[in-house]
């Protein structure tokens, strides 16, 4: 066959598939054609909420379609992400979450979804930094003090936590494998409880992602701060050093928060989005939101949270076989 003929033909076929391309291209150059919606994996009313409500806020403006919020609380987020999961990978579907129903709560017990198939990080949003606080109850100052009593006392300190294998629960291990000491676990169902009977001295240690309330009784001298899960030290609390300061690296963790969508997205809206996403993160109001709440905004790449989440769930692994931690 002589070549004239073979690019005749190649010619052909590209004008025969044409029609095709622009028929798979036309919806990912058309969107957003009708509004988004955002799958917000926790309660109404929580920073969570709010956080996500601001940022459909952002998004709405920069794409001109309304971007709806939906809350689809329940079972650690793994109710919300299942209804990620399960949606169009057509980019009008995303979820609003940390990222344990990826990272966590497959390691406690089988869920609906695949992490790994079911979901595309898009970008993170903001992290929560984890704080160890000594209550009324504990007379020590510092985490030196707190190591010595916990070696004094094995299981004399009560730490509570707003939940078994909860982002706090998983400091308690670490700090206790790492440091090779005991403390006795007191689990909350969430963080309300859990902060009045602190403050009433029912345990020694609590350990809860960093927030306003917290701020107020920590500034008031309530509540004393002895470590913190964080890149780096917080900027409200720079006295305190991180766990990895403290040469406990692995229990240096943060709640992590970010945008999803399902696995099948297509990569060009992928991007679109991710792009959308950084773009309202560095929106001066949008980022006192969230510092006012004690969470530090982030943003980044999709590739970069990809390895993060990858990264947590790795480690969750290895604490949650290690210390035999069960779902509630």
Known sequence: MSKLIQRRRAAALLLLLAPLGAALAQPVRAWPARPLRIVVAYPPGGISDAVARALADKLSAQLGTPVVVENRAGAGGSIGMDAV???????????????????????????????????????SVMYSPVVLLATPAFAGKDFKDLLAAAKARPGGLRWSTSGLATVGHLVLEQVSHGANVEFTHVPYKGGGQQLTDALGGQVELVSANLSATLMQHIQSGKLRPLAVGAPARVEALPQVPTFAELGLAPANLTSLFGVFAPAKIPAELLQRLNAEINQALRAPDLRKKLLDAENVPTGGSAADFARQIAAESAGNARIVKAANIKAE
């Open 85 to 123: 999961a399960k949606a169009p990978a057509d980019g009008y579907t995303l979820g609003f979450s940390s990222i344990s129903p990826l990272a966590l709560n497959p390691h406690l017990g089988k869920q609906a979804y695949d992490p790994a198939r079911d979901i595309a990080p898009l970008a």
